[in-house]
């Protein structure tokens, strides 16, 4: 049976029963050669520690990846990979267009002998910013804002790993 996106997310947003973060999070930098339709991965990092925060507007989809604090060891890798990244020249080098793609799949839905999962939300090209989770309080949480049709949640369908995108509706 497919799941909506609301269902979704809701097995990767938060904690469990034991107030362990429920997804993993894979962050990649990418440029695109615009000259030669090439996709360069710069850097990526698996995190499981992060807790997912999820929030849809009209326009907008924003991902807050809360972390236990400033000094987790994932929340500092995170943090300067994305600082690596937003290097003035890396907007300005030759015809390259720099990207960042941000993946969650439920930890509760990972295979244990493939490591992979039949769900997972992606979103790509968003802007980011490293703040606080609570008042006057050192920074823990990375936030990414994403257009709407930038961040969509995606079904596994066989071997052969076609994607099908799931929307509302779960269609």
Not at 9 to 25: E, I
Not at 81 to 96: A, H
Not at 110 to 127: C, P, Q, S, V, W
Request: glycine share 6%.
């Amino acid at each position: 049976m497919k799941k909506t996106e609301k269902e979704n997310l809701k097995t990767m947003c938060g904690v469990d029963q034991y107030d362990n973060p429920k997804a993993m999070v894979k962050i990649q930098t990418h440029f695109l050669d615009l000259d030669e339709g090439k996709d360069i991965t710069d850097e990526e990092i698996i995190v499981d520690s992060a807790i997912v925060n999820f929030f849809r507007s009209a326009n907008f989809a924003m991902l807050d990846l809360q972390f236990a604090s400033g000094t987790d060891p994932d929340f500092v890798a995170v943090a300067q990979i994305l600082r690596n990244f937003c290097r003035v020249e890396n907007s300005l080098e030759g015809n390259l267009a720099p990207t960042i793609t941000v993946t969650l799949m439920a930890k509760e839905e990972i295979d244990k002998d493939t490591g992979e999962g039949m769900y997972f939300a992606t979103g790509l090209n968003g802007i980011w910013n490293i703040q606080t989770s609570q008042f006057n309080r050192p920074a823990d949480t990375v936030r990414f804002i994403f257009e709407n049709n930038d961040f969509h949640c995606y079904q596994l369908k066989d071997d052969a790993f076609e994607m099908e995108e799931v929307n509302e509706d779960g269609v």
